[in-house]
């Protein structure tokens, strides 16, 4: 009994420390979005603010489009995420109802891809776009923001639909639903979890990417956000540390809320799939 105490409170010790770990540096964030530029530079450095003040928020959205950027953003992580989840739903309940060859060829290749590095993937992307005349456009982006963000959807939804029990559609069929009554009464309802916390995963992960964004976009018009954070850094890599700070805040506040709202269901989506019917 002792030793399995010991055992527990070692794992909470351990979780407290990668908390931690996680925490501090977004705590150090906050704490130099709203120091005035005096503390920015004082010697001895302090975690609370000693005069907490809103000037590097105002001159943030002064010397930057903050708010263009971030309507780039939402647009761009928006439409990807309806699109992904659009793609995948049906593709996942074709992958979990029907265990042929050709899908378990599926589900693996959907496993190796998300082992691909990201700057493998930018120069095929970009010819294509580039074939498209879709460089340099929010849709073109938005096209990137599905196809990367498409396989881990996929495996995803499958989990859910496999959660799902086989035996409810069966029944509905044998009271006389056809097929697309089954999927929309019985089984839709069901996912509807599923698919809502797949679109927001898609969404938040779309929002904070940056190298996609930095390659394709060259117009200041439409860059999104996390490109356009990196204008706070002057030509000879000088940061304007407290706007530069106050802009990073606000941008990561809605991947936190986001995050907080739906970790309950990702995490129950990951042990759906993980569990064999």
Do not use: C
């Not at 599923?194 to 200041?220: D, Q, Y």
């Not at 940061?239 to 709202?261: E, K, Q, R, Y």
Request: charged content about 15%; glycine content about 4%; hydrophobic content about 60%.
């Amino acid at each position: 009994m002792r030793t399995r105490k010991s055992a527990r409170a070692g794992q909470y010790a351990a979780l407290l420390a990668y908390l931690a770990f996680l925490a501090l540096p977004f705590l150090w964030l906050v704490s130099t979005a709203f120091k005035p530029p005096r503390e920015l530079v004082g010697l001895h450095p302090t975690w609370i603010p000693q005069d907490p003040t809103l000037v590097n928020f105002r001159q943030a959205f002064d010397e930057q489009p903050l708010l263009r950027a971030a309507l780039n953003s939402l647009l761009a992580a928006f439409s990807a995420a309806v699109v992904a989840v659009v793609l995948a739903t049906p593709m996942a309940y074709v992958m979990a109802r029907r265990r042929t060859a050709l899908t378990r060829v599926a589900s693996g290749w959907v496993v190796v891809s998300q082992a691909f590095p990201f700057v493998l993937l930018i120069i095929p992307l970009f010819l294509v776009l580039k074939n498209l005349r879709l460089i340099d456009s929010v849709p073109g982006l938005v096209m990137v923001y599905v196809v990367w963000a498409l396989p881990f959807a996929l495996w995803m939804l499958t989990g859910y639909v496999r959660a799902v029990p086989a035996e409810l559609e069966e029944a509905a069929a044998v009271d006389g639903a056809g097929r697309l009554r089954i999927l929309v009464s019985v089984t839709a309802p069901l996912l509807a979890p599923g698919i809502a916390a797949t679109a927001l995963f898609a969404f938040v992960t779309a929002w904070n990417e940056f190298f996609f964004a930095l390659v394709l976009l060259k117009t200041p018009e439409k860059q999104t956000l996390p490109v356009v954070l990196t204008h706070f850094i002057g030509a000879e890599g000088v940061a304007d540390l407290g706007p530069l700070a106050a802009a990073a805040f606000l941008a990561t506040l809605p991947s936190l809320i986001v995050f907080a709202i739906i970790q309950r269901r990702i995490t129950s989506g990951m042990l759906a799939g993980a569990v064999k019917n």
